[in-house]
């Protein structure tokens, strides 16, 4: 199984940019899908999770109306599409799979398989 995240990049204030990870060797279409992220000497911290079913989605209220998650199954593919891009988003974005309930999509110990990482600068 390996997740393989990328598109991250160095962007400006008020930039967008879409990351994306791609699945091998499971069927994401299966799996509740989340991103994270993570800053050095911080905890890693979720960001937006999309219910296997495709009917429900979560994000974190730092990136809610900014951040959305999305998936193409026939790609295997789930997308990260960050808009209005701030400072304080700066960080490694890691994806990831599980099928916990929906109440624990938010911890990341409840999460099977992760992706590498990608990192995203926003700066000036």
């Known amino acids: 199984v390996q997740l393989q995240a990328s598109g991250g990049g160095l962007v400006q204030p008020g930039d967008s940019l879409r990351i994306s990870c791609v699945a091998s060797?499971?069927?994401?279409?299966?799996?509740?899908v989340g991103w994270f992220r993570q800053t050095p000497g911080k905890e890693r911290e979720f960001v937006a999770r999309l219910h296997r079913s495709d009917r429900s989605t979560a994000y974190a209220d730092s990136v809610k109306g900014r951040f959305t998650i999305s998936k193409d199954n026939a790609k295997n593919t789930v997308y990260l599409q960050m808009n209005s891009l701030k400072p304080e988003d700066t960080a490694v974005y890691y994806c990831?799979?599980?099928?916990?309930?929906?109440?624990?999509?938010?911890?990341?110990?409840?999460?099977?398989?992760w992706g590498q990482g990608t990192q995203v600068t926003v700066s000036s």
């Open positions: 990831a799979v599980t099928r916990v309930v929906l109440s624990g999509t938010y911890d990341e110990t409840n999460y099977y398989y």
């Open positions: 060797g499971l069927t994401l279409s299966t799996y509740t």
